[in-house]
């Protein structure tokens, strides 16, 4: 159980062109649902916190225009990259969490490049 | 000072070595403690989960939680190469989860 699911795996795209990541979790509801950018070799950082049917919640210093967050429903929540530039090229990983559980569950990330 | 601390290694034992693991923490309000294994270009696994205080064992992992120390281990007996992994562990206070920054090991044949 537990399983969260992230599509595309890997995606690569021109300089000024949109991207959009699902995130699904396959076999609970996910009440919240977590969006983290990772460098090679470095920690997770947290980008945003996402409710079902509400605003996500930005860390500071991510842009909240650039990096749209929907969560649409209690399995589906999707990124968008928006005019992306060879610098967001990262790998971006989402996570989930149900009601009554303290813990996340990670999807399988995706690698994104801009070229 | 950091919410948690952890060493980032790298860390490299021979195969069948046991292996330690560990964070510290500031925040004495945490009650939920996770370690999670990452592999190279994958996401984190959960790998343990324990609430408060005390010892949970899963075949060759140990977890333990020292919460009058902040102070939490992984032990991983009879270590393999497949084990050779970034370890990231994590607390949440119910309001908001902290990663560590990762523990690079490696395994050697």
């Known amino acids: 159980g537990a399983v969260v699911s992230q599509h595309p795996s890997w995606v690569i795209c021109k300089s000024g062109t949109s991207v959009k990541i699902e995130c699904r979790s396959l076999?609970?509801?996910?009440?919240?649902m977590f969006w983290y950018r990772q460098f090679p070799k470095q920690s997770l950082m947290l980008m945003a916190t996402?409710?079902?049917?509400?605003?996500?919640?930005?860390e500071q210093g991510v842009e909240k225009d650039k990096f749209l967050i929907n969560h649409a429903s209690l399995t589906l929540s999707t990124l968008t990259v928006t005019s992306a530039h060879p610098e967001d090229s990262s790998f971006y990983i989402c996570?989930?969490?149900?009601?009554?559980?303290?813990?996340?569950?990670f999807g399988p990330g995706t690698r994104l490049l801009v070229l | 000072q950091k919410e948690v601390e952890q060493d980032p290694g790298p860390l490299s034992v021979p195969e069948g070595a046991i292996v330690s693991l560990n964070c510290t923490y500031s925040?004495?309000?945490?009650?939920?403690f996770m370690w999670y294994r990452q592999y190279s270009r994958k996401g984190p696994e959960l790998l343990m989960y324990?609430?408060?205080?005390g010892n949970k064992e899963d075949g060759r992992f140990t977890a333990q939680v020292d919460k009058s120390s902040k102070y939490i281990s992984l032990f991983i007996r009879d270590s393999q190469p497949s084990d050779s992994a970034t370890y990231l562990c994590?607390?949440?206070?119910?309001?908001?989860?902290?990663f560590g920054t990762g523990t690079s090991l490696t395994v050697i044949p």
């Open positions: 324990t609430y408060s205080s």
């Open positions: 925040n004495s309000a945490f009650q939920y």
């Open positions: 996570s989930a969490e149900t009601a009554g559980e303290e813990t996340q569950y």
């Open positions: 994590a607390m949440s206070d119910s309001n908001q989860f902290y």
């Open positions: 076999d609970f509801q996910a009440t919240t």
């Open positions: 996402s409710n079902e049917g509400s605003k996500a919640t930005y």
